[in-house]
């Protein structure tokens, strides 16, 4: 039987909307932080990471992009970023042989594109965010927290309507 998660959503009306939700996400990151982006191509996940660098204080000089070809980025703001994108890869098998693993451990905040390549090596503590395309510029937001922390604090974000989803 499939069990409910309790998640959080928020419709984003354009780019004001989603600069709202990433400034609260970025309001409550710690270091060691980890931050899944599932969508399709062109749902707005780099644009998500870019809103959010600018919301860790990521300066200009560091322009934030998809990192398809070089697998990883890495910003510096409040915290260090490191920006993973693993379209390019296959599975878990890929991405560990590309040594992406042990960025799960470093002290800063990891965000990964495409992350059901990690197959069983997804990090049991994290932020998932689900982006979905409404219309040309409306996204629809699920935030699904996985850990007792990011429960709280996506739970403290007033922008976010609650949900339930089946997992």
Same mark, same amino acid.
């Given at each position: 039987?499939?069990?409910?998660?309790?998640?959080?959503?928020?419709?984003?009306?354009?780019?004001?909307?989603?600069?709202?939700?990433?400034?609260?996400?970025?309001?409550?990151?710690?270091?060691?932080?980890?931050?899944?982006?599932?969508?399709?191509?062109?749902?707005?996940?780099?644009?998500? &990471? @870019?809103?959010?660098?600018?919301?860790?204080?990521?300066?200009?000089?560091?322009?934030? %992009?998809? $990192?398809?070809?070089? /697998?990883?980025?890495?910003?510096?703001?409040?915290?260090?970023?490191?920006?993973?994108?693993?379209?390019?890869?296959?599975?878990?098998?890929?991405?560990?042989?590309?040594?992406?693993?042990?960025?799960? &451990? @470093?002290?800063?905040?990891?965000?990964?594109?495409?992350?059901?390549?990690?197959?069983? %090596?997804? $990090?049991?503590?994290? /932020?998932?965010?689900?982006?979905?395309?409404?219309?040309?510029?409306?996204?629809?937001?699920?935030?699904?927290?996985?850990?007792?922390?990011?429960?709280?604090?996506?739970?403290?974000?007033?922008?976010? &309507?609650?949900?339930?989803?089946?997992?």
């Amino acid at each position: 039987m499939k069990q409910a998660t309790k998640s959080w959503q928020m419709t984003c009306a354009g780019t004001e909307d989603l600069k709202a939700i990433t400034e609260a996400v970025a309001q409550s990151i710690e270091p060691g932080d980890i931050i899944l982006l599932y969508g399709e191509l062109g749902a707005g996940k780099t644009t998500l &990471t @870019q809103l959010l660098a600018t919301a860790l204080d990521v300066g200009e000089d560091q322009y934030v %992009s998809s $990192p398809s070809f070089s /697998l990883l980025h890495e910003y510096r703001g409040k915290i260090p970023i490191f920006h993973m994108d693993l379209y390019r890869l296959r599975d878990e098998d890929d991405v560990e042989a590309a040594g992406l693993l042990e960025v799960f &451990t @470093q002290n800063g905040l990891c965000i990964v594109e495409w992350p059901d390549r990690l197959g069983s %090596s997804v $990090p049991p503590v994290r /932020l998932d965010i689900e982006i979905m395309k409404d219309h040309a510029t409306d996204r629809q937001l699920i935030l699904t927290p996985h850990g007792a922390s990011w429960t709280t604090r996506v739970s403290r974000m007033t922008c976010l &309507t609650p949900v339930y989803k089946s997992t």
